[in-house]
């Protein structure tokens, strides 16, 4: 049986979907106005396990994620761009494409929908007018605003209280709610504008869009709604007052969230520095190692990514497909839990039905290795979940050698001046440096 914590609890429970046999699954997706980073490529490999994992158990997974493609921040980006916010698809375009390659490349199954913002306006709006028509959201002055009020259960998945949030709320003058806490279904635009409503022109709001999405592609109740931690509150609670409210039903029975990447001790930011794309990272590393180093960690946890840690995933990965890569194996039958025989292998399922636990998965892998190194049978089915169910290539990825360039070679030099001047807080620091670019200096005694 499957167990995962379900964030709208807080507790760990056994799975089960509405339908039997079959699973509807909501993961929030991209805002292409740059690309992927670090952060989705861990949120969209660990619920690519949990697709992988569903189907392996024999779940029929209508597996859903929407492309957010309009937004303030394309808006703004066309606008710098080519002196035409209308001009955002030549924004969002080439960031899909970028966003498709790199998921491709970490090995993240195609989902069965991705829907664009864009291309289901209509389907939105009337869930605005479905809203309007129940009491549950008003107009004001062309825009449109989710009732707080309408939904009393406000809260229940971030566990904030409805009186805590209104005394820190800020409302902007030219803003006309009714409560603080209200939120834009529909924001009003000038004339000719994006889209045509019942409320003149204008765009969605970023939350009603998953609710409207959801509904059409999987239905008004579904198994599993998933993102990252940063999406609970507003995004996650706002969808479900605005569906919940509509319905009287309960939004999704599983919430799902991973936990939050930091760049060593620190959130990942371009003003710091530390900011890092997932074609970024592909420079240095292959992306089946990238996928290997997510696997390592349990989703939920939160993970502090570093070169250095990289490093050390890709000679444990190189290790690991030394041994698989030349085992023959038969890959055209999917693999099923009722199917597996070996030991091994079903205490590897083990640790990934109780809540997706990868590295003690990888532990029971490389405790009994050695053991069953020379079992071609044993092997083979080894192979074939790291493959088709934690979605690992196993093709035979060499250490690479170490190249020192010029930069590099130029910390080193510096490094051994501080060191001879006795200036060790600097050459700690620059230690640090090469840790954080893949370099582990080992010194000699000085004299």
Not at 70 to 99: A, C, W, Y
Request: hydrophobic letters at 35%; charged letters at 30%; a negative charge.
């Amino acid at each position: 049986m499957l167990k995962l914590t379900n964030t709208l609890t807080g507790k760990k429970e056994e799975f089960r979907s509405l339908e039997q046999h079959k699973v509807s699954m909501y993961v929030c997706g991209i805002t292409p106005y740059d690309n992927a980073h670090v952060g989705h490529g861990r949120c969209y490999v660990s619920f690519d396990i949990l697709y992988r994992v569903l189907k392996c158990i024999g779940f029929d997974v209508r597996y859903c994620r929407n492309l957010t493609d309009i937004d303030d921040k394309i808006l703004k980006k066309s606008q710098e761009l080519f002196g035409n916010r209308m001009r955002f698809h030549d924004v969002t375009g080439p960031v899909i494409d970028n966003f498709h390659e790199d998921m491709a490349a970490l090995n993240c199954l195609p989902p069965s929908f991705e829907p664009l913002v864009t291309d289901n306006i209509d389907a939105i709006i009337n869930f605005i007018v479905k809203l309007i028509q129940a009491g549950k959201a008003y107009q004001s002055n062309g825009d449109v605003y989710f009732s707080i009020r309408e939904f009393p259960q406000y809260g229940k998945l971030s566990k904030h209280k409805l009186e805590d949030l209104r005394a820190g709320a800020r409302v902007d003058v030219s803003e006309r709610k009714e409560d603080p806490l209200d939120f834009a279904l529909w924001k009003s635009e000038p004339e000719g504008e994006f889209w045509s409503s019942p409320w003149g022109y204008g765009r969605p709001g970023w939350h009603i869009e998953c609710s409207a999405l959801a509904s059409k592609f999987l239905g008004s109740q579904i198994d599993i709604h998933a993102g990252g931690l940063d999406l609970i509150f507003p995004h996650h609670e706002n969808e479900i007052a605005q569906t919940e409210a509509l319905t009287n039903k309960p939004f999704a029975t599983f919430w799902l969230h991973n936990g939050f990447v930091m760049i060593n001790h620190e959130k990942m930011s371009k003003s710091l520095g530390n900011f890092f794309t997932l074609r970024d990272i592909f420079k240095k590393f292959d992306p089946m190692v990238v996928r290997y180093y997510f696997v390592t960690h349990q989703y939920k946890a939160p993970l502090d990514f570093s070169f250095q840690d990289m490093t050390v995933a890709q000679k444990s990965y190189a290790r690991l497909t030394r041994i698989l890569d030349s085992v023959p194996c038969d890959d055209q039958e999917p693999l099923r839990i009722d199917t597996i025989k070996s030991d091994i292998a079903k205490h590897m399922i083990e640790f990934l039905l109780d809540d997706l636990n990868t590295p003690g998965m990888l532990g029971v892998l490389y405790e009994s290795l050695d053991s069953v190194k020379n079992d071609r049978e044993i092997l083979c089915e080894v192979k074939l979940l790291l493959q088709q169910v934690v979605g690992l290539s196993c093709k035979f990825l060499p250490e690479p050698e170490i190249v020192i360039t010029p930069e590099i070679q130029d910390l080193i030099e510096k490094r051994e001046q501080a060191r001879a001047s006795k200036d060790w807080g600097r050459a700690d620091k620059i230690r640090e440096q090469l840790r954080e670019l893949g370099y582990e200096v080992q010194d000699k005694k000085l004299r």
